[in-house]
């Protein structure tokens, strides 16, 4: 089945610094990409949805790159501030008939400082 | 915001009692999936449902897990007999169709003495 590897799974930045958050994936058939944050206590909340046709995609702030060729999925804060402050998970699904559960990666934990 | 209702937020059971939990997805939204996150931040699928259909499930599931999308009321999963390794949080999540992004609840942290 599907794996998702991401990386890395601490990252702390200064405000103002970018950070990137990177998953490779193995499924050559995964067709739907998202980004998910998880602050402490709190469920996911969805930032971004990418899909196969779709290379970047730019939200509040980030950069969401995705690289069929290498099967990479990549997302970018631009200027982080402490309110970025979250676990980020990304999450792969083929999309197709029933199979369509998500498969996350296993988080990267952004410390933002002021 | 995710409009998806999950109950209780927290559960405490014992080993070998049953632990419900459940969720009421987003008005419209035919689609649920419920996932487990350990404290590692790993993720596991369980169930899916498209209206009260099973479309889905991990044979984890089929074993001690029940769970069920009844017309008009909440979803729901169960653990029969619950065991410590069952200490999580359980995520519900809806979705408008199977290819689209899906929403999460809350969760229901269970933790099993």
Same mark, same amino acid.
């Given at each position: 089945g599907e794996q998702v590897e991401q990386r890395p799974p601490h990252?702390?930045?200064?405000?103002?610094?970018?950070?990137?958050?990177?998953?490779?994936?193995?499924?050559?058939?995964?067709?739907?990409?998202?980004?998910?944050?998880? /602050?402490?206590?709190?469920?996911?909340? @969805? =930032?971004? #949805?990418?899909?196969?046709?779709?290379?970047? $995609? /730019?939200?509040?702030?980030?950069?969401? @790159? =995705?690289? #069929?060729?290498?099967?990479?999925?990549?997302? $970018?804060?631009t200027a982080a501030h402490p309110g970025d402050s979250a676990a980020y998970f990304c999450a792969v699904s083929d999309g197709g008939g029933s199979n369509a559960k998500l498969t996350f990666g296993k988080g990267t934990k952004l410390s933002v400082k002021s | 915001?995710?409009?998806?209702?999950?109950?209780?937020?927290?559960?405490?059971?014992?080993?070998?009692?049953?632990?419900?939990?459940?969720?009421?997805?987003?008005?419209?939204?035919?689609?649920?999936?419920?996932?487990?996150?350990?404290?590692?931040?790993?993720?596991?699928?369980?169930?899916?449902?498209?209206?009260?259909?099973?479309?889905?499930?991990?044979?984890?599931?089929?074993?001690r897990f029940s769970a069920e999308c009844p017309s008009n009321s909440p979803c729901s999963l169960e653990i029969q007999s619950s065991e410590a390794g069952d200490s999580a949080l359980y995520l519900c999540a809806s979705s408008l169709n199977l290819s689209y992004e899906q929403y999460f609840g809350p969760g229901t942290r269970l933790t099993v003495l």
């Open positions: 990252l702390s930045v200064r405000e103002g610094d970018s950070a990137v958050i990177t998953c490779t994936y193995t499924d050559p058939n995964s067709y739907y990409f998202f980004w998910y944050k998880q /602050e402490p206590g709190a469920s996911l909340q @969805l =930032l971004m #949805k990418v899909f196969s046709s779709t290379e970047i $995609n /730019e939200g509040q702030g980030f950069t969401v @790159l =995705l690289n #069929k060729k290498d099967k990479r999925l990549s997302l $970018n804060l | 915001n995710s409009k998806v209702i999950q109950t209780p937020r927290y559960l405490v059971k014992g080993q070998g009692q049953k632990a419900k939990m459940r969720c009421i997805p987003e008005k419209g939204h035919p689609v649920v999936f419920w996932y487990q996150q350990n404290k590692n931040n790993e993720f596991k699928f369980l169930i899916n449902f498209q209206n009260q259909e099973v479309l889905q499930q991990i044979d984890m599931t089929e074993k």
